[in-house]
């Protein structure tokens, strides 16, 4: 049984970072398509940066050049580093996964059979 666990949200000045964490549970995350969504009040759920089994990385265009997605798979963990954060980027984030490679539908979510609780971020101005 896959678990995943979010931590690191919180709140932050506009300008500000954080790293978001996932940790996976019941697997190893190296034969999984993982990544990062995030709903905003009132919005709708948004890929935001994905990682396949082969290291490939890929980033929604709100966010390129400033957050980064990686994983440690000693550690059985996914990160999200996020940096000059804006207002706009406040957002429930949720980490998901699916076995096997990334599909063309990335940030899909109905592409991921397994998504954890979620984070809270909020960006301040």
């Known amino acids: 049984q896959v678990q995943l666990v979010e931590s690191g949200g919180g709140s932050v000045q506009s300008g500000g970072s954080l790293r978001l964490s996932c940790k996976f549970f019941?697997?190893?995350?190296?034969?999984?398509?993982m990544a990062w969504f995030r709903q905003g009040p009132g919005k709708e759920l948004e890929g935001v940066a994905a990682v396949d089994p082969d290291g490939s990385t890929s980033y929604a265009d709100s966010v390129k050049g400033r957050f980064t997605i990686s994983q440690d798979n000693a550690k059985n963990t996914l990160y999200l580093q996020m940096n000059s954060l804006k207002p706009e980027d406040t957002a429930m984030y949720y980490c998901?996964?699916?076995?096997?490679?990334?599909?063309?539908?990335?940030?899909?979510?109905?592409?991921?059979?397994?998504w954890g609780q979620g984070t809270q971020v909020t960006v301040s101005s």
């Open positions: 998901a996964a699916d076995y096997g490679g990334c599909t063309y539908l990335i940030f899909r979510g109905e592409e991921y059979s397994y």
């Open positions: 019941g697997y190893t995350p190296s034969s999984f398509c």
